[in-house]
């Protein structure tokens, strides 16, 4: 579009405009109110000046004859006032005054004139405008009675002067500004725009421009840069999930490949069974990693929140433990709960279970000294609201600095190597965690770890 269109089209310049309609409307009003209250009035006041002497003339003609009349005319005539009479008879010749003939004038009985006059100033002589009125005594003679408007008409003039170049002044500044306000704002609004296209053409880096002055655009592109600093690091995540997946996988299926060449090598049905029951076994860890990772996706999608219904978690304590008590006790160790009744919580039992098989399965593994047996507790109960599921053992635990990374997907602490698992447990604890609009809270259990799962408590409608 045309610069210079697009200019006139921002909302910015529309409201310069509408303003300064609005003001010029108002300087106008104003202006012309100045110039009806002294030009216009003062011509008024002049015109019935002028009236009333003709009707006094009149009078004095009526009253006093021609002599009266004649009288008083070169009175006035003789007083330098402005004032310009004239009286003469019928064939125009003149009688009284300080004009010396009839202007040309209309042949009615009574207007006004108007007629140039020149006037002595001093040593030069100037053309004036004067005003008058023609009147008819009694048929026999004329007369006219005048003022020099010049001065008048000079004030009027100075005046709509003033108007045409005040309206002039305001429309010009008022334009000017606009446009140069609407410029400024475009100009900002096109750098956010040149900002998000080279975000959207891959340079996640980009940010929007910000001026400083907070006003709105400022706050705006804040609003988006901040936006954008989440998308990143979302979208840092993700890549480093799917190399991490890809990595994953990558060993493996490596360790297949070698194992099945190696056993076509050997030619021998002996190793070609052993191959084969190998690549099953370790198929199905991948299989395993796989499910694991759709049920961290589908948990933190939360697609399934509307599946969820009002369940006693203290069931799903017993259940799970019940099913893990024999594997405790084949290690030497316990497993014993005491979760009572009552762990109201909006949930999805399968995932629930699963989070706590998670957390036992760790205890199991990671919940013991060198030499000694896993002595696990799994307590449920209700505190401030919440329903709290605590798995507690006197293992190793996990340093404080590496609770926030062991909840990411494949991370597996370095004393912890030796163990199967493929590092997806506690990411899909905390998936679900995040479905049920719960927490995962991993704590010192001085010694061990306590992690328990932190769920809103479910109220019953009454
Ligand atoms: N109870 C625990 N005691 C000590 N370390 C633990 C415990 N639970 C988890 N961890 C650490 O957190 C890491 C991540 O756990 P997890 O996601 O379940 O993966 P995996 O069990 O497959 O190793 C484990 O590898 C281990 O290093
Ligand atoms: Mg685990």
Redesign the pocket.
């Known amino acids: 579009m045309n610069p210079r269109i697009k200019l006139l089209r921002t909302s910015t310049f529309r409201l310069a405009a509408l303003y300064l309609i609005l003001f010029a409307v108002s300087v106008s009003a104003l202006l012309g109110y100045v110039y009806w209250n002294t030009a216009v009035l003062l011509e008024r006041q002049t015109d019935e000046t002028i009236r009333a002497e003709v009707q006094a003339l009149a009078d004095q003609y009526r009253i006093r004859g021609l002599r009266g009349i004649i009288d008083t005319i070169q009175r006035r005539s003789a007083e330098d006032s402005g004032s310009v009479y004239l009286l003469t008879d019928s064939s125009g010749r003149r009688i009284a005054g300080n004009l010396n003939s009839l202007p040309a004038m209309p042949d009615d009985e009574a207007a006004w004139i108007e007629f140039p006059l020149d006037v002595e100033k001093g040593s030069s002589r100037e053309r004036h405008i004067v005003r008058a009125f023609h009147a008819d005594l009694a048929g026999s003679f004329d007369l006219v009675v005048g003022r020099d408007v010049e001065a008048l008409r000079q004030f009027a003039s100075i005046i709509r002067r003033t108007i045409y170049y005040a309206l002039a002044i305001a429309l010009v500044l008022g334009l000017g500004g606009g446009l140069l306000m609407s410029r400024n704002f475009l100009r900002r609004v096109d750098a956010i725009t040149d900002a998000s296209r080279t975000i959207m053409a891959g340079n996640m880096a980009g940010r929007m421009p910000v001026q400083g002055s907070n006003d709105e655009l400022d706050r705006l592109a804040l609003a988006l840069n901040e936006m954008l600093d989440q998308i990143e690091s979302l979208m840092a995540a993700m890549k480093e999930v799917s190399s991490n997946v890809a990595h994953d996988l990558k060993t493996p299926l490596t360790r297949i490949k070698a194992r099945v060449e190696a056993a076509l090598r050997s030619g021998s049905e002996g190793e070609y069974r052993a191959a084969l029951e190998r690549t099953v076994d370790e198929s199905d860890r991948l299989l395993d990693t796989f499910n694991a990772l759709l049920s961290i996706a589908r948990a933190e999608a939360g697609q399934s929140r509307s599946g969820l219904i009002p369940i006693d978690a203290a069931s799903i304590v017993s259940d799970v433990v019940e099913l893990y008590e024999p594997m405790a006790e084949e290690e030497g160790g316990t497993l014993v709960s005491d979760a009572r009744a009552g762990l109201m919580v909006m949930g999805d039992r399968q995932l629930l279970a699963q989070a706590l098989t998670?957390l036992i399965?760790?205890?199991l593994?990671?919940?013991a000294r060198e030499g000694e047996t896993p002595q696990i507790t799994v307590s449920g109960a209700v505190e401030d609201d919440k329903v709290v599921i605590a798995v507690r053992?006197h293992?190793?635990?996990?340093a404080p600095e590496d609770r926030g990374r062991?909840?990411d997907r494949f991370?597996?602490?370095d004393?912890?190597r030796s163990?199967p698992?493929?590092?997806?447990?506690?990411?899909l604890v905390s998936g679900v965690m995040k479905l049920h609009k719960g927490t995962l809270v991993l704590e010192d259990n001085a010694p061990?770890?306590s992690?328990k799962l932190v769920l809103p408590l479910h109220h019953e409608a009454s």
């Open positions: 998670n399965d760790n205890a593994k990671y919940g053992d293992g190793e635990g996990i062991v909840t991370v597996r602490l004393s912890s163990k698992g493929n590092g997806l447990g506690l990411s061990g770890l992690a």
